[in-house]
Each structure stands twice: as C-alpha cells, then as structure tokens.
C-alpha cells in the first residue's frame, strides 16, 4: 500500500517561490512515476510535472517550464515542486500522484494512489 503526504502549500505574492513537498510511503518499480497535478475551481485537473522513482527523468508541462522543477529525494523518499515566478493563474490546489505508468504520465487515470492536496494561492 502506498500513502502520499503533501505539504508546502500557502498563500503568496505573484513572482514568489514555494516548495512543495510530498512524502511517499510503500514501494513500487523504478520505471513507475510520481507527479504533480494540480486542480483549479471548476476546470478539469492538469498535469504539472512528474518523475520516476529511479529519478532520472522528469517531464514539466509547457506553461510551467522554466518556473517549476520536480525532483526526487532518495534518501528522503519525497517528491518535491520547486515553484518559482509564481503566478495568479498557478493558484489552485495540489496533488501529488505515485505508481503511473510511464508511456501515460500526463493522465490522471494513469496513477493509482493520490495525497489529499494542498492549497496553493497566489494573489497580492
């Protein structure tokens, strides 16, 4: 069983940084994923960023790149976002995901366990 803890989230000026983190127990293949989605009031979740398990691949989605980075702590065994030039339209809450398959991780039905979220706002 996998269990994901994210924490990180807050309220911050446009152009300031957070780092979210989320903590994964349980184990699965190098090859499988983590991600990042995040869900805004009435739209759809979107893919942020994601990485293996092993750590050697990560892919960031195009309105993010440049401004966010995903990265894995082995010794840790926490996911972390680095969020940097934030944005009011980033402001929306959340999740982290484990156990994707790697040909899908930009789909949400590709990942088999979820955090609970965290809140992230991004207004002056």
């Known amino acids: 069983q996998v269990q994901l803890v994210e924490s990180g989230g807050g309220l911050v000026q446009p152009g300031g940084s957070l780092r979210l983190s989320c903590a994964v127990s349980g184990r699965f293949f190098d090859s499988r994923r983590v991600a990042w989605f995040r869900q805004a009031p009435g739209k759809e979740r979107e893919f942020v960023a994601t990485v293996n398990w092993s750590g050697d691949s990560t892919y960031v989605e195009d309105s993010v790149k440049g401004r966010f980075t995903i990265s894995r702590d082995t010794a840790k065994n926490t996911v972390a976002l680095q969020m940097n030039n934030l944005k009011p339209e980033d402001t929306a809450v959340y999740y982290c995901?484990?156990?994707?398959?790697?040909?899908?991780?930009?789909?949400?039905?590709?990942?088999?366990?979820w955090g609970q979220g965290t809140q992230v706002t991004v207004s002056s």
């Open positions: 995901a484990a156990d994707g398959r790697d040909g899908f991780y930009s789909r949400p039905s590709a990942y088999a366990y």
